[in-house]
């Protein structure tokens, strides 16, 4: 081999934010830090704070307030508000590049029934989902981070945002500025299945586009009923019959509505639920197919059918599609601080997150990082009012959030000296 080729192979090992040479002392330290005592224990305590004050999209004032204070003790500077409730605080070294982090914040209208002495204390809302988590792990990125401003190799942005719970928080974030600058963004959530010290994702598309529909068939003065009746059967083939079967989609009617004394045929009916697809060619082919077969029923039983897709109150998520490159530096850094059989790969899911809008503008990477304990009960799935969490996780998302911006900007400095 020409020995030009073999020398700049070495020096791309040599200075790729990936190699264990370069990733061990950094990680190791972060990761170290995180789980000293003081710095746990202060963990521990954001994270109860805010899991005991719930609140829902865009509502999140008490979990704002609380960033914005905890940020200031910290001697970050941020922005807010951005999107309602929302923060962004800047962490800066050299100016350029800049890299984001971002924790959504917001909880769900569930009844928390996990006994415990932090449990919600606002009825009918619980942070079932681990947001409350993301936040405190962000947090703590961000202390982490700037301890060690004056070495960072540009400026790291922590995106806070509200309204991730089918509201598109990250949508209203980006329209608002947030993402404005930006280069490359990472993301993490909670996963139940599996342990504390693992994380999972894999490249390409990980989780589905989503959008919801509600349909009115009126009747005028025919059986609306029979209509809604065809349309939901009708609506089950379109997967089944119409879709290539190693392709992944979902079509599913999840509430039929109709309000009418017995023994009387009701004038109005409404249907209503979700599609999935992990293309974003196939969510389009779904959404048109959705409204042209419930009109066509509708039609054809001589009624007449309104299809809402809810596209501003509701806005439909994009794919969550992770740039190649982006994944490879996060697996990178994950296989150095927890270990390589601890970085798992992923299938695909049709659960849906709106982290999928940054992944649409910039390189994205978004990954589960487990938080599984079957002794404490910490297996339960999201949005189950028994959800509970391993609060051991909290330290290694801290330091795995900063090990991820640290080394990118890292990276970015190395390639700027060649």
């Given amino acids: 081999m020409n020995p030009l080729i073999i020398f700049l192979l070495l020096l791309l090992l040599l200075i790729s934010p990936t190699s264990s040479t370069t990733l061990d002392p950094l990680v190791s330290d972060l990761l170290a830090t995180a789980r000293q005592p003081e710095f746990e224990s202060w963990l521990r305590k954001v994270?109860?704070?805010?899991?005991?004050?719930?609140?829902?999209?865009?509502?999140?004032e008490f979990t704002s307030e609380l960033i914005r204070s905890e940020l200031e003790m910290l001697g970050i500077g941020f922005d807010w508000p951005v999107a309602k409730t929302g923060v962004v605080g800047t962490v800066r070294g050299r100016e350029r590049p800049w890299f984001g982090l971002r924790a959504d914040m917001d909880a769900l209208p569930v009844q928390e029934?996990?006994?415990?002495?932090?449990?919600?204390?606002?009825?009918?809302?619980?942070?079932?989902?681990?947001?409350?988590?993301?936040?405190?792990?962000?947090?703590g990125a961000a202390r982490l981070l700037q301890q060690r401003?004056?070495?960072?190799n540009g400026t790291v942005k922590l995106l806070f945002q509200p309204a991730e719970e089918g509201r598109a928080g990250a949508y209203h974030m980006i329209k608002e500025g947030a993402l404005d600058g930006i280069e490359a963004i990472f993301g993490l959530h909670v996963y139940p299945y599996m342990p504390v010290g693992t994380i999972g994702s894999r490249p390409?598309?990980?989780?589905?586009?989503s959008g919801r529909f509600i349909a009115t068939i009126d009747g005028k003065g025919h059986d609306a009923v029979l209509a809604a009746s065809r349309s939901i059967i009708t609506l089950q083939q379109l997967v089944s019959r119409e879709s290539d079967p190693l392709?992944?989609?979902?079509?599913?009617?999840?509430?039929?509505?109709?309000?009418?004394?017995?023994?009387?045929?009701?004038?109005?009916?409404?249907?209503?639920?979700?599609?999935?697809?992990?293309?974003?060619?196939g969510f389009a082919y779904l959404q048109l197919r959705v409204k042209q077969v419930i009109e066509m029923q509708a039609k054809v039983h001589r009624c007449s059918a309104l299809v809402d897709f809810m596209e501003e109150e509701r806005r439909p998520y994009p794919v969550t599609v992770n740039d190649e490159k982006m994944y490879e530096h996060v697996k990178g850094v994950g296989e150095a601080m927890l270990g390589k059989p601890n970085v798992k790969t992923l299938p695909m899911t049709m659960g849906a997150e709106d982290f999928s809008f940054y992944s649409q503008k910039v390189p994205a990477a978004f990954f589960m990082i487990g938080m599984k304990n079957e002794t404490l009960g910490a297996d339960k799935p999201w949005h189950s009012p028994y959800f509970f969490v391993?609060?051991?996780?909290?330290?290694?998302?801290?330091?795995?959030?900063?090990?991820?911006?640290?080394?990118?900007l890292n990276q970015a400095a190395a390639v700027e000296t060649q």
């Fill in 47 to 60: 994270r109860r704070r805010i899991h005991e004050y719930p609140e829902l999209g865009f509502e999140e």
């Fill in 149 to 152: 401003r004056e070495q960072l």
């Fill in 247 to 281: 392709e992944a989609r979902v079509v599913t009617v999840t509430f039929v509505h109709a309000d009418q004394e017995d023994g009387m045929t009701p004038q109005i009916v409404k249907i209503g639920g979700t599609f999935r697809s992990m293309t974003a060619e």
């Fill in 204 to 209: 390409g598309p990980f989780l589905a586009g």
């Fill in 113 to 139: 029934m996990v006994e415990w002495e932090h449990k919600s204390k606002i009825p009918g809302k619980m942070h079932a989902c681990g947001h409350d988590v993301h936040v405190t792990m962000l947090l």
């Fill in 390 to 408: 391993d609060e051991d996780v909290l330290p290694v998302g801290a330091a795995l959030h900063a090990a991820v911006a640290i080394s990118y």
